[in-house]
């Protein structure tokens, strides 16, 4: 993920919607919190 990001020609300003499918592979909506799940294997929890 770290070296498709380094390899990008401009800088990320603003969402973009090809990346966002080529990164992740989903999202999980809990109460509490929310999982991302890339598709390179990581999940990040984000608390509310």
Do not use: H, W
């Amino acid at each position: 993920m770290e070296d498709f990001l380094k390899d990008q020609a401009a800088d990320i300003e603003g969402y973009d919607e090809a990346l966002v499918r080529k990164m992740i592979e989903k999202v999980t909506v809990y109460e509490e919190k929310f999982v991302v799940e890339f598709k390179a294997g990581i999940s990040l929890d984000v608390e509310r």
